[in-house]
């Protein structure tokens, strides 16, 4: 179940990028991202509302906390992606994100949560790895070696760095709570941590010219990206654990690629066919550990 939970967040998330950067001269950057968060808080209120006042006290009492996740999964890391695309192509942010990510949260889990990096776990993110850049490189050993680390490839390493951190964030959440108050809490504080810079930047930005198709594209950031993706994503978490449920996130360019070729109508060659094989085959190797190690 936690398996397909982290598929199916994966799966939204990979349009994400598509999507967004369909956008990105019609809506600045934290723009982008306060108006995604302020929807997907929106949405969440009346699944939040009837329990909200009764585990209020929980938030209370670890303020910290909630600050923390919200700074790192809500306020940082998709503003980072959405920065991080007027600078860097395409190639580089799935490259940085997608591998570092992953490798990212299992050293983080090792750290603070003492997760186990079992042989197999290794391996597996090996084989997500190597699926990942054979895809990325289009088998292309040149391009690799001649990959050059620009402004933005800063910008979403240090997204990959704050997801990475929310996924061991997540692991520590208080009891008491409910998943539905839970992403309302930090949807909302995020989009308050953002609020201030998006005043700032349209000060210094062209009016937005609010049209329906961006307002769809908000609605589906807000309720797809956000609000059901997360839903799935902290319940996977909680199922398999933050360092494996990252591995997970490996599967984003591969739909990425699937759904571009569905959109541009191109053709599914032997690169897409072995990049997939090599990600799903090292989910799977990773996912082992599960039952050599209970705990991880």
């Known amino acids: ?49 009837k329990q909200l006042r009764a585990e209020w006290p929980v938030v209370i009492k670890n303020p910290v906390y909630f600050l923390w996740t919200a700074l790192t999964g809500v306020a940082l890391f998709n503003t980072f992606v959405y920065i991080a695309g007027h600078y860097s192509p395409a190639i580089n942010l799935a490259l940085i994100g997608t591998t570092s990510s992953p490798i990212l949260a299992i050293l983080l889990a090792r750290i ?45 390493l240090a997204g990959a760095l704050a997801f990475a951190i929310y996924n061991i964030l997540v692991r520590k959440k208080p009891s008491g709570i409910s998943a539905q108050n839970f992403l309302f809490i930090i949807f909302s504080t995020g989009t308050l941590m953002l609020l201030p810079f998006t005043l700032a930047e349209q000060a210094d930005s062209p009016a ?51 759904e571009a070729l569905w959109l541009l109508m191109e053709k599914i060659t032997l690169l897409h066919l072995v990049s997939g094989m090599l990600v799903v085959g090292g989910l799977i190797i990773a996912n082992i550990t599960r039952r050599v190690a209970p705990d991880g």
């Open 112 to 156: 603070f949560l003492k997760e186990k990096i079992t042989g197999l776990r290794i391996a597996g993110l090996t084989l997500c790895i190597t699926g990942i850049l054979y895809l990325l490189s289009a088998g292309s050993f040149h391009k690799l070696i001649t990959f050059q680390f620009g402004r933005g490839d800063a910008w979403i």
């Open 208 to 258: 937005i010219e609010w049209t329906w198709p961006l307002a769809g594209v908000i609605l589906y950031l807000g309720l797809g990206t956000s609000v059901i993706a997360f839903l799935c994503w902290n319940a996977a978490i909680v199922r398999l654990g933050a360092a494996r449920t990252a591995l997970f996130g490996n599967l984003i360019p591969i739909f990425s690629s699937l």
């Open 1 to 49: 179940m936690g398996a397909a939970l982290a598929v199916i967040a994966t799966l939204i998330w990979s349009g994400n990028f598509i999507i967004a950067r369909g956008v990105i001269h019609d809506i600045p950057p934290v723009s982008l991202a306060f108006f995604r968060w302020l929807t997907a808080s929106v949405l969440m209120l009346p699944l939040a509302w």
